[in-house]
């Protein structure tokens, strides 16, 4: 798979993302459903505790994406919805630690929502990979 990223404005590096990728050679997709702070049987963990949501929402992802035999290096898109984004944004630096890591900054979209589908929930992430 190559990228090429699509920037007319590079403020966006600055937070860790590219304003588009141009995505060539790959062969499959995984469209992945959003992920959350839930446990193996769905129940909501880290109540209250964003920076626990976040982290453990991206552990979700991982997993997701193990199953389909990729990684974090896959992604090519993603939608993050949060019911507090000023919270979020303070606990961002946990994307930035994974995915800098690894030197991919996929195109995002962060959205503020009044409440996710499980109350107590937080942070949703959700994903586009390619390989």
């Not at 990223?5 to 499959?28: C, F, H, K, M």
């Not at 995984?30 to 909501?44: N, R, S």
């Not at 963990?45 to 991206?58: F, K, S, W, Y």
């Not at 896959?74 to 994307?95: H, M, Q, S, Y």
């Amino acid at each position: 798979m190559q990228r090429t990223a699509v920037n007319p404005w590079d403020w966006s590096l600055n937070l860790g993302y590219n304003q588009a990728e141009i995505i060539t050679g790959t062969s499959r997709q995984l469209i992945c459903a959003g992920q959350t702070a839930v446990d193996d049987t769905g129940k909501p963990q880290h109540l209250g505790d964003m920076r626990g949501q976040i982290g453990l929402a991206l552990d979700n992802l991982e997993a997701v994406l193990d199953g389909a035999d990729m990684d974090l290096r896959n992604i090519i898109r993603l939608g993050v919805f949060t019911t507090d984004v000023d919270e979020a944004l303070k606990n961002f630096d946990l994307l930035g630690m994974r995915f800098g890591a690894i030197r991919c900054a996929p195109p995002m979209t962060l959205l503020g929502v009044t409440r996710l589908a499980l109350p107590g929930l937080l942070f949703e992430i959700e994903a586009t990979a390619a390989a």
